[in-house]
């Protein structure tokens, strides 16, 4: 990076101005010309100029150079030549500019503060460092349900496929808009699973063929059918407060009118604890239980 200033440029005090056209004709006609001339109005901007290069010196061409205010808005921005040249002229004074560039394949370069003065022809030269990261690509995504409304906090993974092996590489979730996005992604074959609870997991597959590639995907959740059911869950134990293991529990579904409807059974772990799931809502259940002496 570097910056200079050149205080021997000269200026146009007015617009370069056309008169209207009058004809000669006779032997010695005289005739007059006036013209009014208008005042420059960027008399007293200045000027801001330089290189984008590499490294190695090399110019940058289609470089793009950006102009910031001291606040980081954007002002202006213009791109390089073949000899790596920007421009910006005329550009109003001020005390306070930043000015990037950056290139395909290249980092975007540290701001530098300047200010410019009126009528200064300023000349920042800029360098470009290599991204190393450059050829990597990223996998942008958005989760919906059926219906297509966006599904935030899913559960995002991300597995490569060598050989006929998944490793997973990578993990995030949904945010508020239903989108999630993994970076810095080589170029090879994966897959992505989605979940989200009461929701069925999705598997999709994606091929990254080519360098610096965004793939985009949709993904669509069904609801699980199983998703409203409840679960009723316990503990069985003796007269003592002894977990009893192997106990045999059966659920029964309380109808209206008070009359009891075996639905399901299971049995004890060794804590004596007992587990229903995929259990129907909105109803009353009992359980009853017992052991078979061994």
Known sequence: MSLQQNPNVLYDLYVLGQSES???????????????????PNVEAGAVYGTVTDENANPIEGALVKIFDENYNPIAHAYTDAQGSYVFSPFPPAMQYHISAIANGYLLCDLIPF?????????????????????????????????????????IKLF?????????????????????????????????????????????????????????????????????????????KDNNNTPVANAIVTLYKVEENGRLTPIKFTRTNTNGMYLFTGVVPGMNYKIKANKIAE
Request: hydrophobic residues 35%.
């Open 22 to 40: 009058k004809k000669l004709t006779g032997i010695g006609e005289e005739i007059r010309i006036d013209l009014s001339l208008q005042e420059n």
């Open 160 to 236: 490569k496929l060598v050989n006929g092996n998944e490793e997973i590489i990578a993990t995030t979730t949904t945010n508020e808009f239903g989108q999630f996005i993994f970076g810095e992604v080589p170029q090879g074959q994966y897959k992505i699973i989605t979940s989200k609870l009461g929701y069925v997991n999705d598997s999709t597959s994606i091929l990254i063929d080519k360098p610096n590639m965004v793939a985009r995907t949709i993904i669509k959740l069904n609801v699980n059918p199983n998703a409203f059911a409840g679960t009723i869950s316990g503990v069985i």
């Open 115 to 155: 200010s410019l003065q009126t009528k200064q022809q300023l000349e920042i030269n800029m360098t470009l460092k290599v991204d190393p990261k450059a050829t990597l690509s990223i996998i942008a995504g958005d989760v919906y349900d059926m219906e297509g409304n966006i599904l935030s906090n899913c559960s």
